[in-house]
């Protein structure tokens, strides 16, 4: 046996047999006991370090481990390969912070059995048995360090970048700039060795609205293992001032009581009213639709997006039937949206949120107004993506997509190419300001094709004019802009999917007037003469503008109050399979 293991066995073996209490100023603050200076020297020597080859070897071994072998890598060599988990032999508190976050993923949405990949109980109850033995507990220093890196960079890659990349997967077209975030530097944040305009040291969420979606999850949770909500009839058609037994049932749903009954109690259910026509007995007032719960209910309807009637039938019933389960999905889903967004936004830009036919007009971080807004239909969807706005163009021309030349119109147009004018319309050759009109008679129309067809045709501006007498263009592959309309009603209605892809906005002048507001001369009533001329015009932004358009089903306000909306083209639905499986 080596005389250095002799040696720190020995000195274990006296410090047991001398026990604390034979040992001066135990416990006390008046300097280092005896059996202090005898466990720093059997603890003494330095701390282990890891090799490029350890490393990469360790990681691989571990299928959970291997995807964050470069972030890995990239963290031990800024730290020359000196363990990050440990100082003088001892763990650092991150350690323990990171097993009570990972015991509490479920409060994110997230799965804690992903991360509990190895057992660090017992890891660590094997490291204090090694500590007489260094060459082992060194040995069991680097496993340990290693595996805590690795779970703590599956962790993060998760919370902060989301548990399905949205550019690799199949559940939805995201093509919004990504989080950059660089897991690296989170770690070494967290163990306080790096400072950072972001709280990665006590995993705080990168956005506000998350930790909004955070809090409706944990109340949703909590009403659901008191028992959620019971449905309503599916034939209910219940009006202010009506009586019947289902009252009972939404009366518990959205006061919390069904009348009577202690809050949380279950609704005490009626039968059916019956009697003959002025015979009955008054019904009960705890069946009766009263003020109250028709407020309560035009709430309900308001957070859904619908038309605050305070009528239960139709699709406010429908929302008021969905399971709490699936509610709790919906949450869970945005909240994995949200760590797809870049850490953070600009102080100024504009938000398209296309479930909730809204766009938000954001100024030094605050929301300055926000207007209704008109998205593509299920057949022609508003992509998901991001970029900037560069031009307002003012009485611009709509240039007619060949899909329509041929589904629409072309039969009218060899039987009268003169039609073209009757639809405010005209055929040029070349573009922009080099475009020539030419006669529409001089087209073959019978036989153009997409590869024959060398002219544009379009809409001149004017009250014609599909897009209205504004359009907000930020260059993109997807050939989408947000734009003004001539059919205004459509924005009465709740569920606004009419377009073929861009976006429509209630209010234009209102937006090009903000968007233009530092550009010297061009003021409200400039854009209005402007307009009139029926002449486009381009104006090019002072400064270009982010422009967002994302996908949230779900959010909730600073309180925590949750807001939901239909699943229009199915993005919760594919991510769900994934999400969840």
């Not at 995807?67 to 323990?96: D, I, M, S």
């Not at 518990?252 to 009697?275: D, Y």
């Amino acid at each position: 046996m080596p005389f250095l293991f002799r040696y720190t066995s020995l000195l274990w073996v006296l410090l047991a047999a001398l026990g604390c209490a034979t040992l001066p100023s135990c416990g006390s603050d008046g300097g280092s006991s005896a059996g202090e200076r005898l466990a720093a020297a059997v603890t003494a020597g330095p701390q282990p370090r890891l090799d490029s080859t350890y490393l990469v070897n360790t990681l691989r071994a571990e299928p959970r481990f291997k995807p964050q072998l470069l972030a890995a890598r990239r963290f031990y060599r800024e730290r020359k390969f000196q363990l990050g988990w440990f100082k003088n032999h001892q763990p650092v508190a991150q350690a323990r912070a990171l097993q009570a976050v990972i015991a509490k993923a479920q409060d994110e949405g997230l799965n804690p059995k992903d991360y509990q990949v190895k057992n660090f109980k017992q890891l660590f109850a094997d490291l204090e048995q090694a500590r007489p033995d260094s060459a082992r507990r060194n040995a069991l220093e680097r496993k340990i360090d290693v595996a805590l890196t690795g779970t703590y960079l599956n962790w993060a890659s998760d919370y902060y970048r989301g548990v399905a990349n949205p550019r690799d997967s199949k559940s939805t077209a995201w093509q919004v700039k990504p989080n950059k975030i660089k897991l690296h530097k989170a770690l070494l944040t967290f163990l306080g060795e790096r400072k950072s305009r972001y709280n990665y040291y006590e995993f705080a969420p990168l956005h506000p609205e998350y930790d909004q979606l955070k809090k409706a999850l944990a109340a949703y949770r909590a009403q659901e293992r008191a028992g959620g909500w019971l449905p309503l009839p599916a034939t209910l058609n219940l009006r202010p001032g009506r009586s019947s037994p289902a009252v009972a049932i939404l009366r518990q749903r959205l006061l919390g009581s069904a009348g009577g009954n202690a809050p949380g109690a279950p609704p005490v259910v009626t039968a059916s009213l019956g009697g003959q026509s002025g015979t009955a007995p008054a019904p009960p007032a705890a069946l009766v639709y009263d003020p109250e719960l028709v407020n309560a209910v035009k709430l309900f309807q308001r957070d859904a997006g619908l038309k605050p009637d305070g009528i239960v039938r139709g699709t406010t019933l429908r929302q008021l039937n969905v399971p709490i389960g699936a509610r709790i999905d919906q949450l869970i889903l945005n909240m994995e949206r949200w760590r797809w967004l870049p850490k953070r936004f600009e102080p100024n830009y504009l938000l398209v949120n296309i479930p909730e036919y809204t766009l938000h007009v954001i100024e030094n971080n605050q929301e300055a107004f926000a207007m209704p807004v008109i998205v593509g239909k299920a057949l022609h969807e508003t992509p998901v993506f991001s970029d900037k706005v560069e031009y307002v163009v003012l009485s611009p021309y709509w240039n007619v997509p060949f899909s329509i030349i041929e589904n629409e119109l072309r039969a009218k147009l060899v039987a009268d190419p003169g039609y073209l004018d009757r639809l405010d319309m005209e055929v040029v050759e070349g573009v922009g300001r080099k475009a020539e009109v030419i006669d529409p008679a001089s087209v073959d129309w019978a036989t153009v094709t997409p590869e024959t067809f060398k002219y544009t045709l379009r809409r001149r501006p004017g009250p014609k004019n599909d897009l209205g007498d504004v359009k907000f263009i930020f260059p993109n592959s997807n050939d989408i802009y947000l734009h003004d309309t001539p059919n205004d009603e459509l924005f009465s209605q709740s569920t606004r999917s009419f377009s073929h892809g861009c976006v429509r906005v209630a209010e234009p002048i209102k937006l090009a007037t903000y968007l233009l507001r530092n550009k010297a001369g061009w003021d409200q009533q400039t854009i209005l003469d402007s307009i009139a001329t029926r002449r486009e015009k381009y104006v090019t932004l002072k400064e270009k503008l982010p422009v967002y358009l994302v996908y949230f089903t779900a959010w909730a306000d600073a309180t925590g109050h949750p807001h939901f909306r239909d699943d229009i083209y199915g993005l919760d639905k594919t991510l769900a399979r994934e999400y969840f499986d």
